[in-house]
């Protein structure tokens, strides 16, 4: 059974392996929430180019080498290619990483959330790995309620207001 968690990202080392459909989603999800991306892919979709661009990540156009996760608070594996996101899995806990592989969530220290932000708060929802579309159905409802009942911002404990 998992904990929820919520934890600091902002400026840690996060390195994303794979850049593909799956690597871009929790790339712009890290992202969202402050890491210090670095993406390792030989190939990388077009709005990883763009934000590479814009300097809001680094990249480097390789296979993932175990040099790359020295240091990083988590390590994201979504190759496509079984056998590289299990070798980045290994080298990820060994460094002490946090590790998330996108194929095989037997092999995942955490799983990324549906996530649903108003303001001050921030809701994650997950199905344990297995339904992905029931979690994600779920967070959509949440969005749906923080911006029917919460509108355009909520206020922290001291009555300003947060954006």
């Known amino acids: 059974m998992r904990f ?4 600091e990202l902002e400026g840690r080392k996060a390195v994303v392996a794979g850049a593909g459909t799956i690597g871009t989603r929790r790339i712009l999800a890290l992202l969202e929430f402050g890491a210090g991306v670095t993406v390792i892919s030989p190939e ?16 480097e156009l390789r296979e993932v080498e175990e040099r790359d996760v020295e240091d990083a608070f988590l390590v994201v594996a979504a190759t496509g290619d079984r056998q590289v996101n299990h070798q980045a ?4 806990r060994a460094a002490g990483a946090f590790v998330n592989v996108a194929d095989r969530k037997e092999e995942c220290d955490f799983y990324f959330p549906g996530i649903a932000r108003e303001g001050i708060l921030t809701a994650g929802v997950c199905a344990g790995g297995e ?5 994600k159905e779920a967070a959509a409802e949440i969005r749906r309620l923080f911006a029917e009942k919460y509108g355009a911002g909520v206020r922290n404990e001291t009555g300003r207001k947060q954006e």
């Open 4 to 7: 929820p968690m919520f934890v």
């Open 44 to 59: 990388i979709s077009g709005e990883v180019r763009s934000l590479w661009d814009a300097g809001r990540l680094q990249c």
């Open 89 to 92: 899995a290994l080298w990820g």
């Open 131 to 135: 339904a992905h579309g029931l979690a």
